[in-house]
């Protein structure tokens, strides 16, 4: 069993940065690799960015490449999401999940996580 916490949402204007993260527990963390997820209302979940066990390999969906960096510190058992110029299309709940199948992370798809975080809260206003 593993727990994941998130933290680091708000509310914000375009153009804004903002760091999220995500606290695991349960399990040792380098074991799993991590995955950020978002949905709007209305919307579906999707994939925003992943990241290897090792942190050597990382994915990102095209809407948030360039401007959003996904990294980890096993040692502190956290995986971070940095978001940077962001837009009001960002606006979502962002989750973040874990996976013992590191075929999921290249595959975008959130069937494989077995994990997942309460969410937090990300508001960009125009």
């Known amino acids: 069993q593993v727990q994941l916490v998130e933290s680091g949402g708000g509310l914000v204007q375009a153009g804004d940065s903002l760091r999220l993260s995500c606290a695991a527990s349960g399990r040792t963390f380098s074991n799993y690799g991590m995955g950020w997820f978002r949905q709007a209302p209305g919307k579906g979940r999707e994939f925003v960015a992943a990241i290897s066990w090792s942190g050597g390999s990382t994915y990102y969906a095209d809407s948030v490449k360039g401007r959003f960096t996904i990294s980890r510190d096993n040692a502190k058992n956290t995986v971070y999401l940095q978001m940077n110029s962001l837009k009001p299309e960002d606006t979502a709940v962002y989750y973040c999940?874990?996976?013992?199948?590191?075929?999921?992370?290249?595959?975008?798809?959130?069937?494989?996580?077995?994990?997942w975080g309460q969410g937090t809260q990300v508001t960009v206003s125009s």
């Open positions: 999940a874990a996976t013992t199948r590191p075929l999921m992370l290249s595959s975008r798809s959130p069937l494989g996580y077995a994990y």
